[in-house]
């Protein structure tokens, strides 16, 4: 009986040592993973690289999504841009041996389906992988806030959400009563009879900027739509991405088919002013977008709104350089039809 009890005892006294060992590993884990420094980042996505960059990750890029070295303010950033990779595409899927190969503490996804084991993969590699989805305001700065976390960047992002809901605040004070709210109509990335479905984020933009979105039961991305659905909706302000191939006002204008929309006729045809990026896409700088909007939709009520100086704000304060330093210029003649 004794030598049972021994056994016992020195077992109990094995398990209570062990136990003691697990905890403190974990504890020494747990302030091993706090000190991880995040020095190298891949992006896969445009969101994803518009939101490092406004969270001060530009000299930790070392690769980005396909196409995304032609991005201006990337190029104004990032001072090695020819050093950048680039790694694939939410279209194409992402090179997942290139991006190892880069050595990343953090890669940052487009939005992944249940069956994409991208996301698995990489993290058996022991890369940190956040995956965003910024289809409304709302999970744009959920996202702004768990990539800033990932980075270390924290009180970053919460002063780039801080602005983000102050401005929305400001417009959302000063937008007419619903019974004078004006429609609009977004020509979007395949021209002037193409739009933004009510799931897309350019739909959360003109509901921001006090607009209503004539288009706001399409389902799906960018939808093609007819000349007989644009006049039966009967929009009173057009607006068009900077990226729509014959959006500009003067060639509306020109178009004979659209001769009796309201918006022709009453001159209020607009695109987004910037020629360093669109302003519409679900990352930071879509705040200015939605300033621009709402200008469009009520010159009088935001008359305050003077976006060059909002422009310069914005770029020195979340990258460090002035709208205007970095190239920018905006065309703000909106309606005009030279």
């Not at 690769?63 to 595409?89: F, M, R």
């Not at 921001?208 to 009967?234: C, F, P, R, T, Y």
């Not at 990226?243 to 009796?260: H, R, T």
């Amino acid at each position: 009986m004794k030598k049972i009890l021994s056994v016992l005892i020195v077992a109990m006294l094995a398990m209570g040592i062990l136990g003691g060992c697990g905890k403190e590993v974990a504890v020494d884990q747990n302030v091993n993973e706090e000190q991880i420094e995040v020095n190298r980042i891949v992006t896969t996505y445009k969101p994803a690289t518009g939101i490092v960059l406004a969270l001060g990750g530009a000299d930790h890029l070392v690769g980005v999504q396909d196409g995304g070295l032609k991005d201006k303010t990337l190029n104004q950033l990032v001072d090695n841009i020819d050093g950048l990779a680039q790694v694939g595409s939410k279209k194409q899927g992402v090179n997942i041996e290139t991006i190892i190969s880069l050595d990343p503490d953090l890669v940052v996804m487009y939005p992944v389906k249940d069956d994409d084991m991208t996301v698995k993969r990489l993290e058996e590699q022991g890369i940190k992988v956040v995956s965003i989805s910024p289809e409304s305001i709302k999970d744009l700065e959920k996202d702004i806030l768990e990539v800033g976390k990932a980075m270390g960047e924290d009180e970053k992002a919460n002063e780039l959400v801080s602005y983000y809901d102050e401005k929305i605040e400001m417009i959302k004070k000063n937008i007419p009563e619903d019974g004078s709210r004006k429609t609009i109509y977004l020509a979007g990335a395949r021209g002037v009879l193409s739009t933004s479905s009510g799931t897309f984020f350019q739909h959360h933009m003109m509901e921001a900027a006090g607009g209503l979105d004539v288009a706001s039961e399409l389902k799906g991305g960018w939808n093609e739509i007819s000349v007989e659905q644009l006049m039966n909706w009967n929009p009173d302000v057009i607006a068009s991405v900077k990226y729509c191939p014959d959006g500009k006002p003067e060639e509306i204008y020109a178009n004979d088919k659209l001769s009796n929309l309201n918006a022709i006729k009453e001159k209020q045809v607009y695109q987004m002013p910037s020629n360093i990026g669109p302003w519409d896409m679900p990352e930071p700088k879509s705040i200015l977008g939605i300033m621009w909007m709402s200008k469009a939709l009520y010159p009088e009520a935001f008359e305050s709104i003077d976006l060059e100086k909002e422009a310069n704000y914005f770029h020195e304060k979340f990258y460090g350089v002035s709208y205007d330093e970095l190239g920018g210029v905006l065309d703000v003649r909106g309606n005009t039809q030279e």
